[in-house]
Each structure stands twice: as C-alpha cells, then as structure tokens.
C-alpha cells in the first residue's frame, strides 16, 4: 500500500469530524483489496461508494459500500467495500471514497493523492 493505515495516522477523527467521510482501514488479500470506511451519521439515508481504477483514471467503476450491521454509534456509521483485482496486467489501484447524504457528494480522496496499492503478482497468487 502507498498510504499508512487511516485510522493509525493523527487527526483521524478531525477528517471525520471535518469531512464526514474518511477511509478507516484497507487490506490486500489474495486477489483483492477491502476496507471499511466511516461516515458521520448526519442522516438515516445515506450511500458510500468506492470509486476505483486500474489504469489511471483512464476508465473507472463506482463499487457500492455496504453497510456494516450493528456499527452505528450515534455518532458514526461504518460500511464495508471489496474491489476484486484481476490477476494479470494490473499494476496499480487506485481509489477515493464517496459518501451522499442530502442531495450532497463528500469525498475522501487522501487529501487529494488518491488512495493507492501497488500490485504485485506475489500478493495477486496467494
């Protein structure tokens, strides 16, 4: 991974405060990338979507976040995504979170560098 775990840097919890949307925590394994993000709980409708490429934001796909069962704590709610990577020809994802909630986008983009793995056939074989 190109970033540190969201939920182990400083300030964390001011993004979130800030932002309403923050990426909490990501994992590679086998062939495929999840994570959980948190949201503010500013509303009961809300949609979390991953948007993600392989290719540089050439092309891209909106993967729906769901959400995870019992995780609201008044304050905050947490959805669960899982991006599945080809095996072959992809040498990097990359992706930014989308979180909308009455009629407006709040995005969490890594403060504007994108969240990225870089792939490799070792990790891709497991």
């Not at 490429?53 to 050439?58: A, E, G, H, V």
């Not at 992809?90 to 969240?115: P, R, S, T």
Request: glycine letters at 4%; one cysteine or more; a positive charge.
């Amino acid at each position: 991974m190109c970033f540190e775990q969201p939920v182990a840097q400083t300030g964390f919890h001011d993004i979130l405060r800030d932002n309403l949307v923050k990426l909490e925590n990501s994992v590679i394994n086998k062939n495929y990338c999840e994570g959980t993000i948190k949201v503010r709980n500013i509303a009961f409708e809300k949609a979390v979507f991953v948007r993600y490429t392989f290719n540089s934001w050439k092309t891209w796909k909106d993967l729906k976040a769901q959400y995870y069962p019992n995780s609201c704590t008044g304050y905050s709610d947490t959805f669960i995504f899982r991006i599945i990577v080809p095996v072959e020809g992809v040498e990097m994802v990359e992706f930014a979170i989308c979180f909308q909630c009455q009629g407006i986008q709040h995005w969490d983009n890594n403060l504007g560098k994108n969240y990225c793995i870089k792939c490799s056939p070792v990790w891709i074989r497991i």
